[in-house]
Structure formats: structure tokens, C-alpha cells
Nanobody, 123 residues
Framework: VQLQASGGGLVQPGGSLRLSCAASGRTLSSYAMGWFRQAPGKEREFVAG????????YVSDSMKGRFTISRENAKNTMYLQMNSLKPEDTAVYYC?????????????????WGQGTLVTVSS
């Protein structure tokens, strides 16, 4: 499966962005999905994960209440709604697909990765 992340950009603190991850090549319902991010000079960090049918989802504690992960298998697309953005949210955001029904908070089990989309939060 090929993944294409989009929706990043420059936003002011307190603003919102919605990232999308479009899949092609195979149906998205075959995979659990996740969002990760990597800030300059830092390791890749888990952001959120969602099971194959959206029945279970989890957002990292540091982003809980501000970020929401969702998916539309009929559109082969996953989303990350980001509200109340902070400068420390600045990073390249990656979407990833994991074979099987259940997401992981670790990057290693994910089989496919998108190219990343840059989110910059700055005034």
C-alpha cells in the first residue's frame, strides 16, 4: 500500500489543521493505522493510532484533548484533526499502516509509511 500524507502548513499558535493520509494500492481496511511525528533533532514520536475499523483509537497523552484521529475506509483515508496547536507541535508528521487489525504505539510494527507533511506552529 502507498500512503500520501497531506494538510500540513504554517499555522499560528492556537490554530487548527487537519492532516489526511490517503492510501492507494490496497484497501485501507486491511490495516491498523497510526500517526507519528518527528521534530528537528528529536526522535520519531507516536501521536495517535486507530484500529482497522475505527472501533478503537488512542491519542498520546501529551496531545489528548487537542488531537483526534479518525478514518474513512470507504474513502481509503485517515485523518488527524489538530486543534489548539502549540509551537512544540512543530514537526514532520508521518502516517503509517500496520498489517493486522490493531494499532501499536511503537513505530517498528508499521509496515508502510507516508512521506511526511510538515506542520509549523509559529506566530
Amino acid at each position: 500500500v502507498q500512503l500520501q500524507a497531506s494538510g500540513g502548513g504554517l499555522v499560528q499558535p492556537g490554530g487548527s489543521l487537519r492532516l489526511s493520509c490517503a492510501a492507494s494500492g490496497r484497501t485501507l481496511s486491511s490495516y491498523a493505522m497510526g500517526w507519528f511525528r518527528q521534530a528537528p533533532g528529536k526522535e520519531r514520536e507516536f501521536v495517535a493510532g486507530i484500529d482497522w475499523n475505527g472501533g478503537s483509537a488512542y491519542v498520546s497523552d501529551s496531545m489528548k484533548g487537542r488531537f483526534t484521529i479518525s478514518r474513512e475506509n470507504a474513502k481509503n483515508t485517515m485523518y488527524l484533526q489538530m486543534n489548539s496547536l502549540k509551537p512544540e507541535d512543530t514537526a514532520v508528521y508521518y502516517c503509517a499502516a500496520k498489517t493486522g487489525p490493531y494499532y501499536s504505539t511503537n513505530a517498528a510494527p508499521y509496515d508502510y509509511w507516508g512521506q511526511g507533511t510538515l506542520v509549523t506552529v509559529s506566530s
